[in-house]
């Protein structure tokens, strides 16, 4: 007699332990090449003006992606993409995964999560995925810089690989992990902003919308998609700012010595409305 499935015995099949990493990652690097290019100018823009007056011009989306478009080309838009696809092939499917790990080991004797659980759970898995996440992070913010230098101390990364391994040479392995940090509580924060404002966003728009309905959900996750987003920001800009730079070509020393430090001088010469750039 043939032994049973792991269907029919309880045990979980190896596509069911795996499915969660690699559904996430995928949805992450299809989201990733459609908005790569707003990506590019959010970059250009955390980085642009640094250490001006607050009082000094900032220049809109529009006039950076021009910019963009006539120095290098519409494909430059996509600088990075590989970096980025490889971030989410990392990070996402991290989160998603030990999120869903998480989730099945509290479930496991049936009862249902709670609200606290469910937000830990959300917590620790963007945390460890984004220190998964890091070095292509800073790969993908390094490539999309690049192009702000003058030409004379560009890297001119090929590719992800390159920038990854060239960073690690020249700077240290553990330079890899520059702005992890900010990178862990952006993710953390991302995700409680999106826990803690959805299911009261679709317990409101419920009786205006329908119970269930697609309008209910699409409007309770643009709400809670905003409220992320600005929980998240302002370390989103400490964590590019970080893993931007690079030691001074005379003295070797870093314009920010760590998150604190970048925080205070931010504030001081760029005002608190730059950590929303």
Request: aromatic content about 8%.
């Amino acid at each position: 007699m043939s032994s049973p499935s792991s269907s029919q015995s309880g045990a979980p099949s190896a596509w069911s332990v795996v499915q969660p990493f690699v559904l996430g990652g995928a949805s992450g690097m299809v989201a990733t090449a459609v908005i790569q290019p707003v990506d590019m100018v959010k970059v250009r823009i955390q980085l642009a003006g640094e250490g001006v007056a607050a009082a000094a011009s900032r220049p809109s989306p529009f006039s950076i992606a021009s910019s963009i478009v006539r120095a290098h080309g519409v494909a430059s838009l996509y600088t990075g993409l590989s970096a980025g696809l490889l971030r989410q092939a990392t990070y996402t499917t991290a989160r998603m995964g030990l999120f869903n790990t998480f989730m099945e080991r509290i479930q496991r004797d049936g009862t249902k999560a709670s609200m606290l659980q469910r937000a830990m759970a959300g917590l620790a898995a963007g945390g460890l995925g984004a220190f998964v996440g890091n070095p292509c992070d800073l790969a993908l913010i390094r490539m999309q810089a690049d192009g702000l230098l003058p030409a004379a101390q560009r890297s001119n990364y090929s590719s992800v690989v390159d920038a990854i391994t060239r960073i690690a040479r020249d700077e240290g392995v553990l330079s890899l992990w520059k702005g992890c940090g900010p990178t862990i509580v952006r993710a953390m924060a991302l995700n409680l902003g999106m826990l803690s404002t959805y299911s009261e966003a679709k317990s409101r728009l419920e009786p205006v919308l329908g119970k269930n309905s697609t309008t209910t959900a699409f409007g309770a996750s643009a709400i809670a998609g905003f409220f992320a987003s600005a929980f998240s920001l302002p370390f989103d800009f400490l964590k590019t700012r970080l893993q931007k730079q690079k030691p001074d070509p005379t003295t070797g020393r870093m314009l920010y010595s760590g998150t604190v430090d970048c925080a205070i001088k931010v504030f001081k010469k760029e005002g608190p409305r730059a950590f929303y750039k």
